[in-house]
């Protein structure tokens, strides 16, 4: 199929420019749409014998859906000096000090970043990437402790419709996005994977275990849809 990965739609009820990316998939059965938050993008999924027409006029017969989808993200946050980042759930100012060493670190309740200014964004996200490591890393050593269980590795990821995941080999897997959220939300994330190391499903055997490691479920899960799509879409964005 010659589709671009991704073009700009002009759409005329309600009028705008609406970013779209395509996305053929065999397994799909019909044309669809969903929102992907960091690319601020329409996906329209399509299935195998269906065009790129099929992909438009559904996207046009529910333009004021995703026009007011896209509306409604959150700004960027750009990783940038004099900018801010989140860390558990507390702004930090980013700040540039190019004649300094050492990567970047925490200083003065900023997050002062060495070198030149062009890997100034992967510099903070790589920070990120690292705090999101040794946080998890503990969070998942006093979870797995407390339900006798033990992970076979933790992966961090930039996973763009899941928070954690659990493997069927016990590997446990997050999104780095998280160490953005406050603490107790990243508690929750982990507390459920970890679960997952008990019970590979969500049975009330399941839930009763994550309710021992956090007290924290419903107001997590609430924050993360509410605050979720902004951390995706902070810092450089991709695609
Ligand atoms: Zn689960």
């Known amino acids: 199929m010659d589709l671009p990965d991704s073009e700009t739609i002009r759409l005329a009820a309600p009028p705008g420019d609406c970013r779209v990316q395509w996305r053929p998939s065999v397994r799909a059965r019909r044309v669809s749409l969903r929102i992907c938050p960091r690319a601020a993008a329409v996906v329209i999924i ?6 790129r027409r099929a992909g438009l006029a559904l996207l046009r017969a529910n333009g004021a859906w995703a026009m007011s989808r896209l509306a409604a993200l959150a700004p960027v946050a750009p990783f940038e000096a004099g900018g801010q980042v989140a860390i558990g ?10 004649a300094a060493r050492g990567g970047a670190f925490l200083h003065d309740g900023a997050l002062v970043v060495t070198g030149e200014a062009a890997f ?6 790589d920070f990120l990437r690292a705090e999101a490591g040794r ?5 998942a050593a ?19 419709s899941r ?3 659990c493997a069927r080999d016990g590997t446990l897997a997050f999104s780095w996005r998280l160490v953005m959220a406050p603490g107790w939300v990243l508690d929750y994330v982990v507390a459920h994977e970890v679960a997952h190391l008990r019970e590979m499903n969500h049975s009330a055997r399941f839930w009763a ?3 021992r490691l956090s007290p924290h479920r419903e107001a997590a899960v609430a924050w993360l849809r509410a605050h979720g799509p902004a951390l995706l879409r902070a810092g450089p964005r991709a695609g």
């Open 135 to 139: 946080r998890v890393g503990a969070l």
């Open 209 to 211: 275990h994550v309710a």
């Open 89 to 98: 759930g507390q702004e930090h100012e980013i700040r540039h000090d190019p």
């Open 142 to 160: 006093g979870h797995a402790a407390i339900l006798g269980v033990a992970p076979r590795a933790i992966r961090l990821k930039d996973t763009r």
């Open 46 to 51: 399509l299935p195998p014998r269906a065009g």
């Open 163 to 165: 928070w954690g995941s």
């Open 120 to 125: 100034l964004a992967r510099r903070v996200a």
